[in-house]
């Protein structure tokens, strides 16, 4: 893709998953908060096995993990805007963004070869 590619669209997209994702950790956390929590003498007890694990924690540890994930989409989805595409030649990328570029662009080649061998069947 050339420098000129316009990403609006792309953009739009990112921004429309966030404003989704943000109303979806609403209802997380709002369910979330309905759960009696255990006090944190009792988590210590559970994680040291002298107290066994309850429903509640269970679900409020399942509810933490998956808040703590769409915040961490939220975020980076908000960092894909127009002004950060025509400056992205500025950006210096760690290890876990060049390893993402690389799973998804050796995923897309996987699929685009099961196409291929699919269609020659």
């Known amino acids: 893709m050339s420098d000129s590619q316009d990403f609006s669209e792309v953009v739009r997209a990112a921004e429309e998953v966030v404003q989704m994702l943000e109303a979806a950790l609403e209802i997380l956390e709002a369910a979330q908060a309905t759960i009696p929590a255990p006090t944190l003498r009792e988590v210590a007890e559970i994680r040291l096995g002298k107290r ?4 509640e924690a269970f ?3 399942s509810f933490q993990r998956v808040i703590l994930g769409a915040e961490n989409v939220v975020s980076d989805l ?5 002004e950060a595409l025509r400056n992205v030649h500025e950006l210096t990328l ?3 963004e060049l390893n993402a570029i690389e799973q998804a662009v050796t995923e897309r ?3 685009g070869e099961k196409t291929r061998q699919g269609e020659g069947e």
């Open 52 to 55: 066994p694990l309850t429903q």
């Open 59 to 61: 679900l409020i540890g």
């Open 78 to 82: 908000r960092a894909i805007d127009l």
């Open 94 to 96: 760690g290890d876990l």
């Open 109 to 111: 080649a996987q699929k």
